[in-house]
């Protein structure tokens, strides 16, 4: 109870401000909430205006481009209509991503084949990245609770696994193996590493949340779905150098 819980003259009359362990928590839990719908509608911009307007102008540039193509660059231009298109796909998904992390709202998960997701985004990042050498292992044929958006969580970490790469022949070696309960995906590349200091920091979890150093929006929404789905993502040093990213997701039997 605070000092001001009977009303006095004294207290009724006097500018000083009542305040409680309880009301200081309130506070706090009011301002990480503030901060991080401000957070959300950042990426709901980026991603509704910014990348959906690009990629809907290239994928009508790229159709117009049909009959001035010859039959040897139609596999390519198929290949630019096919990734422009799921860009736009994505941009949708992304938009109930969103809503879904509103206040009051669960995301919905549900039984997903890991290996089928995993291996459809590696194949995509081979196709944007031809530089880059991807090394996968052995992918257990395993369900996780998770939904659609699992790809997107995976891309993320591909990608930045060779744009942050200081190698003239980035690789990344993906592996994946199961616990009790549970399957660990490893996505480990041979770039400069990651400080332990900023490991917390990059996902975004820092108390600056998206303006925190090293922080960026692909990681955020990497840390944001794993915890969606009630999993969890780290960093480790790789061998012989470089920066490896775990993610651990519940398996579903």
Not at 159 to 188: K, L, Y
Request: proline share 4%; with cysteine.
């Amino acid at each position: 109870m605070t000092s001001c819980s009977a009303r006095s003259s004294s207290c009724s009359s006097s500018p000083v401000r009542c305040t409680s362990p309880l009301g200081d928590e309130l506070d706090a839990s009011e301002r990480s909430l503030a901060r991080r719908n401000e957070e959300l509608l950042l990426v709901n911009r980026i991603v509704r205006h910014d990348i959906r307007n690009d990629m809907a102008v290239a994928n009508g540039w790229a159709g117009e481009l049909r009959e001035h193509v010859d039959e040897a660059g139609e596999p390519m231009l198929e290949r630019v209509l096919r990734t422009t298109q799921h860009t736009i796909d994505l941009t949708e998904t992304l938009r109930d991503f969103v809503e879904a992390l509103k206040p009051g709202t669960e995301a919905d998960l549900e039984p997903t084949l890991l290996s089928e997701h995993l291996r459809e985004t590696i194949e995509s990042c081979r196709e944007t990245y031809p530089h880059a050498a991807f090394e996968v292992g052995e992918i257990p044929e395993v369900r996780v609770e998770a939904n659609a958006l699992l790809g997107t969580g995976f891309r993320n970490l591909l990608n930045n696994a060779v744009q942050h790469n200081d190698t003239d022949e980035p690789r990344v070696d993906v592996s994946a193996q199961t616990t009790d309960g549970s399957v660990r995906v490893r996505i480990a590349d041979n770039g400069p590493g990651l400080p332990e200091k900023r490991r917390e920091a990059v996902f975004g979890r820092a108390e600056r949340g998206l303006n925190s150093g090293g922080s960026g929006v692909g990681l955020y929404l990497v840390d944001t779905l794993v915890r969606q789905y009630a999993g969890d993502v780290w960093v480790e040093d790789a061998e012989p150098r470089g920066a490896a990213f775990v993610v651990e997701l519940n398996r579903v039997e």
